[in-house]
């Protein structure tokens, strides 16, 4: 079956959710080797947090190498945003990484990478998170819950963690691309998630379509505020 260049079903700029809170309805786990099992947990509490809320997950459980989700229902390509809520189980890397389209291209923003301290996107011009002009420090607890988003528009791409925006991209005139040994899936259904050498959680999962106006718009209240 072809997947389709774009997902069909969007309505306006409304969330589509990307998990069902129940199957993997819509996601197939990667092929490649040394990946660990990939399934739904109902009612998952991380051990050493009893207190906390009960969550269905999609578990990214840990293997010798990475272990990931494609998204089999096509992506968006340009002026979208992508939100999840992830957890580090255990580990020491990156547990819930996003790659996705830039138009025709494809990047992948990885939080917490490289020891579980990197944040970046990989890759620009050849050059990956940690080495290129979005990487920055920044380390993330295991075991607690943490909200992610990635925005791409004509002429950027942006990533929050926790409501901090920590990459701020000029894509234009910059060569897009993924880092060599990537899993060839990303090129094939557009949105996979991974995990490196780390179990992770997810929670929650979703895209819209977004107005590029609205982003005008942000950016002047933005700036306003600056002011």
Not at 81 to 109: C, K, L
Request: glycine letters at 10%; proline letters at 6%; one cysteine or more.
């Amino acid at each position: 079956a072809k997947i389709p260049y774009e997902y069909p079903k969007f309505d306006g700029t409304n969330w589509v959710e990307l998990f069902d809170g129940k199957t993997l309805t819509g996601w197939i786990p990667l092929e490649m080797g040394g990946g660990g099992p990939v399934e739904v947990v109902e009612e998952f509490v991380p051990s050493n947090s009893p207190e906390m809320e009960p969550s269905n997950v999609i578990m990214l459980n840990r293997g010798d190498m990475m272990t990931g989700i494609s998204w089999t229902n096509g992506p968006a390509r340009m002026n979208y945003e992508i939100e999840w809520e992830a957890m580090r189980v255990d580990g020491n890397d990156f547990f819930a990484a996003m790659s996705f389209p830039v138009q025709d291209s494809y990047v992948t923003f990885i939080p917490a990478g490289w020891g579980g301290s990197v944040v970046g996107i990989s890759s620009i011009n050849g050059h990956d998170a940690s080495e290129n002009e979005t990487s920055r420090y920044h380390p993330l607890e295991t075991q607690k819950w943490h909200q992610f988003k990635v925005r791409v528009t004509e002429k950027k791409v942006e990533a929050w963690i926790n409501g901090e925006k920590v990459v701020n991209l000029n894509t234009v005139g910059k060569t897009l691309g993924l880092r060599s040994g990537s899993p060839s899936e990303i090129k094939r259904y557009g949105i996979v998630c991974t995990a490196y050498c780390s179990t992770g959680a997810i929670k929650k999962i979703r895209m819209r379509k977004i107005d590029p106006q609205e982003v005008i718009q942000e950016e002047a209240v933005a700036q306003a505020n600056r002011e």
